[in-house]
């Protein structure tokens, strides 16, 4: 082999070398946008056995207005990307049912150790903070029943966001709980409701879920 030769196919080398984390970087790129657009569908495509029930089609949170806790506007997409555990309700108070779900995620969330960071937990209503009320005659984990709702989210349920629903938000993203209040939902880091679950669905196959979700998504 000639001395042109052998430098031509160094040259080479390193072009293929150096165009692999380019290539990678633009095949993120691509799958994170059309997941995003709601275009592809990432959990059928990875082909997983999910124990929830896909909502299809997704639906896109930040397309309804959104309020903090304390009533200011808030986009979604601006919080940290995380997978979250969402907690809709539909009246101005929590009840037995809803107290039981905010429970159950909670015991989900710890569950998932080191991958806890990676997840969150949402409270969402169209009932402000201040005006939510507590209706229970005990807590799921036989603790005193605090005096109010926001006092039950800082004393059982610390770090747990409240995202109040601008008016018909939660048709429109939750309607499956009206008929089944049992119902609560996954929604992906780009800020889609993609999955739901049911008290019937044990709570190591949602781990299950959860862990291949957190595998694949690199999120």
Same mark, same amino acid.
């Given at each position: 082999?000639?001395?042109?030769?052998?430098?031509?196919?160094?040259?080479?080398?390193?072009?293929?070398?150096?165009?692999?984390?380019?290539?990678?970087?633009?095949?993120?790129?691509?799958?994170?946008?059309?997941?995003?657009? /709601?275009?592809?569908?990432?959990?059928?495509?990875?082909?997983?056995?999910?124990?929830?029930?896909?909502?299809?089609?997704?639906?896109?949170?930040?397309?309804?207005?959104?309020?903090?806790?304390? /009533?200011?506007?808030?986009?979604?997409?601006?919080?940290?990307?995380?997978?979250?555990?969402?907690?809709?309700?539909?009246?101005?108070?929590?009840?037995?049912?809803?107290?039981?779900?905010?429970?159950?995620?909670?015991?989900?969330?710890? =569950?998932? /150790?080191?991958?806890?960071?990676?997840?969150?937990?949402?409270?969402?209503?169209?009932?402000?903070?201040?005006?939510?009320?507590?209706?229970?005659?005990?807590?799921?984990?036989?603790?005193?029943?605090?005096?109010?709702?926001?006092?039950?989210?800082?004393?059982?349920?610390?770090?747990?966001? #409240?995202?109040?629903?601008?008016?018909?938000?939660?048709?429109?993203?939750?309607?499956?709980?009206?008929? =089944?209040?049992?119902?609560?939902?996954?929604?992906?880091?780009?800020?889609?409701?993609?999955?739901? #679950?049911?008290?019937?669905?044990?709570?190591?196959?949602?781990?299950?879920?959860?862990?291949?979700?957190?595998?694949?998504?690199?999120?």
């Amino acid at each position: 082999m000639t001395q042109a030769m052998q430098t031509n196919n160094n040259r080479l080398v390193l072009m293929l070398i150096a165009g692999i984390p380019v290539t990678m970087f633009l095949a993120a790129t691509w799958l994170w946008y059309y997941v995003e657009k /709601g275009d592809l569908d990432l959990v059928a495509s990875l082909g997983t056995a999910n124990q929830g029930t896909l909502v299809q089609p997704p639906r896109q949170i930040d397309a309804i207005a959104l309020f903090d806790d304390t /009533g200011a506007p808030r986009k979604y997409i601006d919080l940290e990307p995380r997978w979250t555990l969402a907690v809709p309700e539909a009246g101005a108070d929590c009840a037995a049912t809803c107290e039981h779900l905010l429970y159950l995620t909670r015991q989900i969330h710890v =569950a998932m /150790g080191k991958e806890f960071n990676r997840i969150r937990r949402v409270y969402l209503s169209e009932t402000p903070l201040d005006q939510a009320g507590l209706k229970l005659d005990r807590l799921s984990d036989g603790n005193t029943v605090p005096g109010s709702f926001s006092e039950l989210l800082g004393t059982e349920h610390r770090g747990m966001r #409240y995202l109040q629903l601008g008016p018909g938000g939660y048709d429109a993203l939750f309607a499956e709980q009206r008929d =089944a209040p049992d119902t609560w939902y996954l929604i992906d880091p780009a800020g889609w409701v993609m999955m739901s #679950y049911n008290d019937s669905i044990h709570y190591k196959d949602v781990i299950s879920d959860l862990k291949f979700l957190l595998k694949n998504s690199g999120v």
